[in-house]
């Protein structure tokens, strides 16, 4: 007598083929989007179930899109440096981004995971849509190669790179300076008076930025936000030619 194979509940054919068309694909090897699509908890629930989780396509997928965004940063602004272009490329593939395009695709209400992941929010949470995005970039670049994952990421790319570009423009000088050294060298600008000139009623002041013991730039206004702001538009020029191997000179 034939062994008895459990039945485990599964993304079907129908359900797969509706995912293809939002997403205006067709894979050739369906199992790997069904893979893509297949959370670790719900192999917890059903240990029979016939295929892993999407965690190694994640990986995959990690690295492709790490290349493709590369890519696509290098030709799209042939000017910029690396130092931006590495922070314009990480603002691109971080998890709030990604779960975002996954949103988009729609991927959380197809992926497959176990009911108490799902009635705990599961299908909205940040991290599990992350890595069905890089899992599905994975099982595409497995499918069909680089070339379909490009036609798929990169028209979600452009607005992403716009809305990056508007909020940072957005920023006046000291935000800037505090979100580069805190990101890049995990120290917070410190600013100080060093100077006063001139009557009460038209008084000047110059301020002083560090960051670490070093002091990067001095601003001299009207008021010491003004000169604060200065100050920092000078330091975030010092980094610029620092990035650029530029030894830069501070007036003492």
Request: a negative charge.
């Amino acid at each position: 007598m034939a062994p008895v194979v459990p039945w485990v509940p599964q993304i079907t054919m129908t359900e797969i083929e509706e995912l293809e068309r939002i997403l205006g694909l067709e894979f050739a090897d369906k199992s790997l989007l069904q893979r893509a699509l297949t959370h670790r908890s719900y192999l917890n629930e059903h240990p029979d179930f016939a295929f892993e989780d999407n965690e190694r396509l994640e990986f995959l997928g990690d690295a492709v899109l790490d290349f493709l965004t590369g890519e696509y940063l290098y030709h799209r602004f042939p000017e910029m440096r690396e130092g931006p272009l590495t922070s314009l490329r990480s603002a691109l593939v971080r998890r709030e981004t990604l779960a975002r395009f996954a949103r988009h695709l729609g991927l959380g209400s197809h992926l497959m995971m176990g009911h108490g992941e799902a009635d705990s929010g599961g299908r909205d949470r940040p991290a599990i849509l992350c890595a069905a995005f890089e899992a599905l970039v994975g099982a595409l670049y497995l499918d069909q190669g680089l070339g379909a994952v490009q036609q798929l990421v990169e028209p979600m790319i452009e607005p992403e790179v716009a809305r990056t570009l508007r909020a940072h423009l957005g920023k006046d000088a000291k935000s800037q300076l505090q979100e580069i050294a805190q990101g890049q060298r995990q120290q917070t600008p410190r600013y100080a008076t060093i100077a006063e000139h001139g009557p009460d009623h038209a008084k000047e002041f110059t301020v002083q930025v560090t960051i670490g013991a070093k002091v990067y730039g001095r601003g001299t206004g009207k008021s010491k936000q003004r000169a604060a702001q200065k100050a920092a538009q000078a330091a975030l020029e010092v980094l610029k030619l620092e990035e650029a191997g530029v030894p830069p000179e501070i007036e003492s």
